[in-house]
């Protein structure tokens, strides 16, 4: 990404024009590199985020929000204490430096006074840091006093900016001349000599006027005579955002802002996705296998119970042979009365008991099989229903396109035990939405994770269509019918939604069930996403997801 003093630049222009003369209405820090401010311009309220960590530093307006914690980091805490309600009066860069500032005006019931944060934006080396007069109010990351380093960084001391690096000027004709006099990968020698230039601009610098570029070149395009703001595409991913590409893969927009934004918007969306996909899993991995290993001590308990009926023979054929059996004997063999040949059959007995009393030994030992194989079995069954509804969750996280998909699934594992902490209850939250898709003039919605599955369940119609894919998990789909036959290509596209939001969906041909939404029930005490059905037929379909026929999924 070209966040370098060329870049920079312009969005600190940009920034310049939203945000002076506004005040400071709120202040977060909601990751341990992020600051947020929330800026009342006087016609309506912006996001500023100031993102300092080493891959995505930044300084830009955002959209989302970031839940922040509850106790205020100290940072946070000083920044509030000093800039809260205050005016920003400047935002401007160091030129040369990825360093951008913003001015403000600070009033109070005692004083008013000037500050300016710092925004250090060099990749792990980032920083924040609040100056008055000169002075250090207060840094994101400060440097102790006994240790070694070029710059201090810590409340009272004078602030200093970074030494420049050893590059010429970019509007030094000469020292770029000399630069570029030097043979090889051209965007290279200008991202290496060029002060406050990333290779990402300096390739587009070549692509621009090719392996031929002059100095006088190189300084017209920084000089900036050209704007076009965009992003970059490759293969239909976000790449870049640019203040001007040569690439022909890209969208334009009509600031570097709400490129830069748009950028980001999609490139963390799709990191907190994983992020959030990845922590579900974890948590999900470690309750599947406690249950695995639960299921192996059950089966080795179910397995030295097929023995019982050899045990009470062996207690049978005692009593019938009693009168035969010698007291302090350590075994006998006997004729099996119950195998049609009339086998013999070998009998250990403990010489110190009767032999009324090994046949009792054998009984008690019975009996204690049998009650452990009824206990055994029961507990079997009900693992075997845990580890089928974590794998149905398993499913749901895997197939999960957006933090929508997350936001139950997160509550449903918290209510399993998989998650620590009682789920979180926002006053007059809504409710995570189905997916939700239009066909013919039919409704056709599909559950999100197990709680939307029930949820999903509980808010149609009995005469409304229900489908689910056989031997499979997936989502529930519904057709909302209102009364009409549905035709068929309605229940098609439903089944075939159906087939892709499940673990069939690598598989050419799924087959899905459907029946009337009365013909499904929900046992009680059943696990979330567990339901019951009759009167179903079958399509055979192939999964598609249909986005033609979405109506807001993400």
């Not at 970074?162 to 000027?169: A, F, G, L, T």
């Not at 590409?245 to 570097?256: C, F, G, M």
């Not at 009168?323 to 013999?344: P, Q, S, W």
């Not at 997160?410 to 006053?427: C, N, V």
Request: a positive charge.
């Amino acid at each position: 990404m070209p966040q370098d003093a060329f870049t920079i630049n312009f969005i600190t222009k940009e920034l310049k024009t939203v945000l002076r003369g506004g005040k400071i209405s709120k202040i977060a820090q909601p990751e341990k590199d992020l600051l947020t401010f929330i800026i009342y311009t006087g016609k309506r309220s912006v996001k500023l985020e100031i993102c300092l960590s080493a891959k995505h530093n930044r300084i830009c307006l955002g959209k989302s929000d970031a839940p922040a914690p509850k106790t205020a980091p100290a940072f946070c805490m000083l920044l509030r204490k000093h800039l809260q309600n205050a005016e920003i009066t400047d935002v401007a860069c160091v030129r040369g430096e990825r360093i951008a500032y913003i001015d403000f005006l600070c009033t109070s019931e005692f004083e008013l006074a000037k500050m300016r944060l710092y925004c250090e934006l060099m990749g792990k080396y980032s920083n924040a840091v609040l100056v008055k007069d000169g002075i250090i109010a207060g840094a994101l990351k400060t440097t102790a006093i006994g240790e070694s380093t070029r710059r201090v960084l810590f409340t009272g001391a004078k602030y200093c900016l970074p030494e420049p690096q050893d590059k010429v000027s970019p509007d030094d004709e000469a020292g770029v001349a000399k630069a570029l006099a030097v043979d090889g990968d051209k965007a290279k020698i200008i991202s290496e000599r060029v002060r406050g230039v990333s290779y990402a601009t300096a390739l587009d610098v070549v692509e621009t006027y090719g392996d031929g570029v002059t100095p006088r070149q190189v300084i017209s395009y920084l000089a900036g005579e050209k704007y076009e703001p965009c992003v970059t595409f490759c293969g239909g991913k976000e790449l870049d955002f640019k203040v001007r590409s040569a690439s022909s893969e890209k969208v334009l927009y009509p600031t570097l802002l709400e490129a830069q934004t748009e950028y980001y918007e999609a490139l963390l969306g799709k990191a907190r996705l994983e992020d959030e996909r990845r922590k579900l899993l974890s948590a999900l991995s470690a309750g599947i296998k406690k249950l695995e290993k639960r299921l192996a001590v059950i089966n080795q308990k179910l397995f030295e119970c097929e023995g019982a009926e050899d045990i009470k023979l062996k207690g049978e054929l005692i009593t019938a042979n009693i009168y035969a059996i010698k007291r302090g004997a350590d075994g006998f063999e006997a004729v099996n009365y119950y195998d049609e040949n009339c086998g013999k059959i070998k009998i250990a007995l403990d010489r110190n008991l009767s032999p009324a009393d090994n046949a009792q030994k054998y009984f008690k030992k019975y009996q204690k099989l049998k009650r452990t194989l009824a206990s055994v079995s029961e507990q079997k069954e009900q693992a075997q229903a845990e580890l089928d509804y974590l794998n149905s969750v398993k499913s749901h996280i895997v197939r999960g396109e957006c933090l929508k998909d997350f936001e139950e699934t997160r509550e449903e594992m918290q209510l399993f035990g998989l998650i620590k902490g009682a789920p979180e209850k926002k006053k007059n939250a809504p409710a995570a939405p189905f997916r939700r898709y239009e066909k013919d003039g039919f409704r056709i919605l599909a559950g999100r994770n197990n709680l939307q599955n029930d949820r999903l369940l509980k808010s149609v119609s009995p005469q409304d269509i229900w489908l689910h894919t056989q031997n499979y998990h997936s989502s529930h789909v519904i057709i909302v019918a209102e009364g009409r036959e549905v035709p068929d290509g309605v229940m098609l596209a439903a089944a075939e939604i159906c087939a892709y939001y499940s673990d069939g969906r690598g598989a050419s041909k799924v087959p899905v069930d459907y029946t009337r939404r009365a013909c499904v029930k929900k046992p009680p005490k059943s696990n979330a996403g567990f339901v019951v059905y009759s009167e179903y037929k079958t399509l055979l379909v192939s999964p598609l997801p249909h986005a033609e026929l979405a109506v807001e999924n993400n």
